[in-house]
């Protein structure tokens, strides 16, 4: 199975983007999937999460208020909901899939995207 994230692109601080990601294969048994992003020199960091049968979600600090994750379970997509960026938020997203409890826990999912650039400019 293949996660393919799609939306990134080049904004201005301040602007918004969403991305969303979409399993090769559907439907997509999953307990929970996610966003995570990498900036150059920095290591992988957890973004948000969503259970995907109870729909809770989890978002990093550093992004709470700004971006929202969300689900549309009928297309097993999830979306990232990026909205007054920052340049600080610029860096290569990735969607992730958790195939059990604890790995979604413990942010360590077991499916992973191949990444989505985002840029923001100052």
């Known amino acids: 199975v293949q996660l393919q994230a799609s939306g990134g692109g080049l904004v201005q601080a301040g602007g918004s983007l969403r991305l969303s990601c979409a399993p090769s294969v559907r439907p997509f048994s999953t307990y929970g999937m996610g966003w995570f992003r990498q900036s150059p020199g920095k290591e992988r960091e957890f973004v948000a999460r969503i259970d995907w049968r109870l729909g809770a979600t989890r978002h990093a600090d550093s992004v709470q208020g700004r971006f929202s994750i969300s689900r549309d379970s009928a297309n097993s997509t999830v979306y990232l909901q990026m909205n007054n960026l920052e340049p600080e938020d610029t860096a290569v997203y990735y969607c992730?899939?958790?195939?059990?409890?604890?790995?979604?826990?413990?942010?360590?999912?077991?499916?992973w995207g191949k990444g989505t650039q985002v840029t923001v400019s100052s």
């Open positions: 992730a899939a958790a195939s059990t409890r604890t790995r979604y826990a413990y942010n360590n999912p077991d499916y």
